[in-house]
């Protein structure tokens, strides 16, 4: 597998310090947002990113779209710095946003809203523009007689299918959707996600899928990463996670969803609100809210565990399965966390 892009290490701390701080030199404090990510993303694959919301998610979008600038870390993308990539190769990244209706010009028609990137990737003539309207209105699912329609004539997945094809339009490689259906009702929902992964496969489009709903992306995405506190604490594709997800925020979240598979059996629920991340807790960032740190003991508050492989091929950060990648065969019965994989 190519990769289409990566991050490595990056950090994307906001100043939260008032003037009055500034106008001392004082140092204030920071939101870290996004601390300390490495991720990988190859050509034409979908990643879910999930975790509750604050936890970092649309920075690191940001961040991958080329909207944000790293403070520390690097992200390539095609083995090459972002910082130093021409207009063009940087369009090639793009970003859905999650509220189609702000970023839609409720006074402009359909296909003027579509002319602009159509013209800017090189299609000239009135005929030209208005035969690749009509293609990426028909690769998103709507009739070619949406062009003369405006923004505030359309209902929520409409207006989420048009903000689609404006952004097909510049030709991506990558797209960031950002929460795409968080605007729309479950049947839009589905049927949006379908249209995104579908337009993924046929084109060879990557993705980066970001949903606060687990249950939302388990179906289109190739490979999950679960974010808290502006860092990846597990990483598995959709099967490993659902089926035997290891960080107890991991299995805290399948809880959450589990009225919607009323077959599970787990029992963890996740309690209180997370830390700020202005302040993050120290060793392990979701020590406070862990069902195990008494089993593990003082390590979890006082040291930071890695991001290690799991017995498999995926990654978690969790002090439960140090011992995992030097060769023990079953280290977690004795935690409780063992799972009948069948
Ligand atoms: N421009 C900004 N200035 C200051 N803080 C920000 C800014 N953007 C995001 N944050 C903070 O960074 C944290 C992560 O935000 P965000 O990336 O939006 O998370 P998510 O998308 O997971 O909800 C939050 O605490 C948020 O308040
Ligand atoms: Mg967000």
């Known amino acids: 597998m190519t990769v289409l892009i990566e991050t490595e290490g990056v950090k994307r701390h906001f100043s939260t310090s008032s003037w009055i701080q500034r106008l001392f030199r004082a140092k204030?404090?920071?939101?870290?947002?996004?601390?300390?990510?490495?991720?990988?993303i190859a050509e034409g694959e979908i990643v879910g990113l999930v975790g509750e919301s604050g936890c970092g998610k649309t920075t690191l979008g940001w961040l991958l779209a080329g909207l944000e600038q790293p403070d520390e870390g690097v992200i390539r993308f095609r083995n090459r710095s972002m910082r130093r990539m021409s207009s063009d190769t940087r369009n090639k990244v793009q970003l859905l946003f999650q509220n189609p209706k702000e970023s839609l010009n409720p006074r402009k028609d359909i296909r003027s809203i579509l002319s602009y990137p159509v013209q800017k990737m090189g299609h000239k003539t009135g005929?030209?523009?208005n035969a690749r309207i009509r293609d990426l209105l028909e690769m998103v699912g709507l009739s070619a007689h949406y062009a003369d329609r405006y923004s505030f004539q359309l209902s929520g997945g409409e207006l989420q299918r048009v903000a689609l094809a404006r952004t097909l339009a510049l030709e991506p490689e990558f797209i960031v959707c950002d929460e795409p259906t968080s605007s729309v009702d479950m049947n839009v929902k589905v049927q949006v996600l379908e249209l995104l992964s579908g337009i993924s496969r046929e084109n060879g489009i990557s993705l980066l899928f970001i949903s606060h709903d687990l249950g939302a992306v388990r179906f289109v995405a190739d490979r999950l990463c679960v974010m808290y506190l502006g860092r990846i604490v597990e990483e598995g594709t959709p099967k490993q996670l659902f089926e035997r997800p290891l960080h107890p925020y991991t299995r805290a979240l399948l809880d959450a969803i589990a009225d919607i598979d009323p077959g599970s059996k787990r029992t963890i629920s996740?309690?209180?609100?997370?830390p700020s991340p202005v302040d993050p807790?120290?060793?392990c960032r979701f020590h406070p809210r862990c069902s195990y740190k008494d089993e593990i003991g003082s390590r979890c508050w006082e040291e930071e565990p890695q991001l290690q492989n799991d017995s498999g091929d995926g990654l978690v950060r969790c002090f439960l399965y140090s011992g995992i990648s030097e060769g023990s065969e079953q280290p977690l019965n004795k935690t409780g966390l063992h799972y009948d994989v069948n």
Do not use: H, T
């Not at 996740?270 to 997370?274: C, F, S, V």
């Open 28 to 40: 204030g404090n920071s939101v870290k947002a996004v601390d300390g990510v490495s991720l990988s």
């Open 127 to 129: 005929d030209q523009i």
């Open 270 to 274: 996740l309690r209180g609100q997370p």
């Open 281 to 283: 807790p120290s060793g």
